[in-house]
């Protein structure tokens, strides 16, 4: 490439958001410049620059307050370019972990249902048994939410390799308050293999204060109850306290 061709790719559009990406990114820049080239790329408007104001999202300050402030700036750029910003946005959420802004524009835009859609989406590409973070951050974001699908899907993660990844599924599932969740957090009461008390005595505070029967699961929590907690019959409740 001559220098002719450098300077000419340079001053080409995709030069010009790989250079304002860049200076919005950068830390040293001054404000003003990372807030000019952010409004630069929101102009554009083409899904590369929605991609590169997206690409702030997964950046962190030091300074909390400052890096908060930004992040709004850049959401409310976002708002104004309008609903073409949801599909770059479906694509940038699977690649990368802070996916809280994204998801808001996501709700804006095309309500709780496409949010759930996106979530679930996110869950099931997460299936590398060492990185769990971001899955547990994801079933943390469904327990806002209440929707038929969560109860199908989020039960396989009951059996996830991560204990802290269980328990966020548990609390997703008991956040949907039907009984259409009662079975499978049954099984993962009675699951012999379940070694978190924690998630155990979660589990059996729920059953307790919802009144739920254990079913078929009843003799097997009875033979190792989470501690604290007696089972009779199919119903289990905190242990009496004696004198």
């Keep these: 490439m001559g220098i002719f ?3 000419q790719f340079n001053n080409s559009e995709e030069g010009l958001i790989k250079k304002h990406t860049k200076r919005m990114r950068d830390l040293n820049a001054q404000k003003e410049d990372r807030q000019a080239s952010a409004a630069w790329l929101a102009d554009n408007g083409s899904e590369e620059a929605i991609t590169g104001l997206l690409n702030r999202f997964d950046l962190t300050y030091e300074h ?27 694509a940038w959420v699977r690649k990368h972990n802070a996916f809280a802004f994204p998801l808001r524009l996501i709700d804006d835009f095309e309500g709780n249902q496409a949010a759930v859609e996106v979530l679930l989406d996110m869950l099931g590409r997460e299936v590398d048994p060492f990185k769990t973070e ?110």
């Design 5 to 7: 061709d450098f300077f």
């Design 64 to 90: 909390r307050m400052k890096d908060a402030q930004e992040k709004e700036y850049i959401y409310a750029l976002l708002v104004d370019i309008g609903p073409s910003v949801t599909q770059p946005i479906r």
């Design 134 to 243: 971001k899955k547990r951050q994801i079933l943390i974001r469904l327990a806002d939410y209440k929707d038929e699908r969560i109860v199908d899907r989020v039960p396989a993660c009951l059996e996830d390799f991560d204990g802290d990844v269980r328990y966020a599924a548990a609390e997703t599932l008991i956040s949907q308050d039907t009984d259409a969740v009662r079975e499978e957090l049954a099984q993962a009461l009675a699951n012999p293999q379940e070694e978190s008390n924690r998630l155990r005595v979660r589990i059996a505070t729920v059953f307790h204060q919802r009144n739920w029967s254990l079913g078929e699961h009843g003799e097997e929590v009875g033979r190792r109850p989470p501690v604290g907690w007696q089972v009779s019959g199919d119903s289990i409740a905190p242990q009496q306290v004696r004198d």
